[in-house]
């Protein structure tokens, strides 16, 4: 355990249990990316104590940004590996909520962190995903968890298991993302949808990378 703000504790073991249950929860369904036409993108930045939770919601159609909410909390939990959504998942999830009820509803959400490259295969993509029954991708910098392998069409796979999660896609300057599924979307699918908005001279696909420069935006803020 942990020590955390108001003299509670954070049970760090119990969290990892509860990661285990949660993940016989992840479906891996077909998605036509040709039908996506929201993808609300979230993610976390930090300044002090303060942590900010973005959700930016982008038209794939149109490509370009239609609305976004900001909250800003106070960090509560450490940062602790594999168990990144215990710390940020809550105000994300409360962001896009919000974003919801302010502006549209997502077909899809984008996740800045893994989802099923994980080593309990539950990473933040998948929990955001299940905490709001939406079709979910994570995407990351640096992978956490699995193996890289080529698939059968040649891909650069991401591997858990011997089972595919994930792929590794590169934009124009050899910087790599790391896409896995987090919820309700297949691999093939996540790739596609991913490709379909990543303008590749950005080191993230164009929603997640609006919603990044907007918690750097926040952080002069606060």
């Given at each position: 355990?942990?020590?955390?703000?108001?003299?509670?504790?954070?049970?760090?073991?119990?969290?990892?249990?509860?990661?285990?249950?949660?993940?016989?929860?992840?479906?891996?369904?077909?998605?036509?990316?040709?039908?996506?036409?929201?993808?609300?993108?979230?993610?976390?930045?930090?300044?002090?104590?303060?942590?900010?939770?973005?959700?930016?919601?982008?038209?794939?159609?149109?490509?370009?940004?239609?609305?976004?909410?900001?909250?800003?909390?106070?960090?509560?939990?450490?940062?602790?590996?594999?168990?990144?959504?215990?710390?940020?998942?809550?105000?994300?999830?409360?962001?896009?909520?919000?974003?919801?009820?302010?502006?549209?509803?997502?077909?899809?959400?984008?996740?800045?962190?893994?989802?099923?490259?994980?080593?309990?295969?539950?990473?933040?993509?998948?929990?955001?995903?299940?905490?709001?029954?939406?079709?979910?991708?994570?995407?990351?910098?640096?992978?956490?968890?699995?193996?890289?392998?080529?698939?059968?069409?040649?891909?650069?796979?991401?591997?858990?298991?011997?089972?595919?999660v994930g792929y590794v896609l590169e934009n124009v300057y050899g910087g790599k993302?790391?896409?896995?599924?987090?919820?309700?979307?297949?691999?093939?699918?996540?790739?596609?949808?991913?490709?379909?908005?990543?303008?590749?001279?950005?080191?993230?696909?164009?929603?997640?990378?609006?919603?990044?420069?907007?918690?750097?935006?926040?952080?002069?803020?606060?």
């Open positions: 355990m942990v020590l955390i703000t108001g003299g509670r504790y954070f049970d760090y073991e119990a969290a990892k249990q509860l990661q285990l249950q949660l993940s016989k929860l992840v479906r891996i369904d077909p998605v036509k990316p040709d039908s996506i036409e929201i993808i609300v993108a979230t993610d976390n930045g930090y300044k002090g104590s303060k942590v900010i939770g973005v959700a930016v919601a982008y038209n794939a159609k149109k490509r370009k940004e239609l609305c976004h909410i900001a909250i800003v909390d106070e960090v509560e939990i450490p940062y602790i590996p594999g168990l990144l959504a215990f710390r940020e998942a809550p105000l994300m999830i409360e962001a896009i909520k919000e974003l919801s009820l302010r502006c549209v509803e997502a077909d899809i959400i984008m996740v800045n962190g893994h989802g099923l490259s994980h080593p309990r295969r539950f990473g933040i993509a998948s929990h955001v995903g299940i905490a709001l029954d939406k079709p979910s991708i994570g995407i990351a910098k640096r992978l956490l968890y699995g193996s890289i392998t080529t698939d059968n069409n040649l891909r650069t796979a991401i591997t858990v298991g011997g089972a595919v993302v790391f896409v896995s599924v987090g919820h309700k979307v297949k691999p093939e699918d996540a790739l596609i949808i991913v490709d379909m908005v990543w303008n590749r001279s950005n080191p993230l696909p164009d929603p997640l990378y609006i919603a990044d420069n907007l918690t750097k935006k926040m952080r002069l803020k606060i």
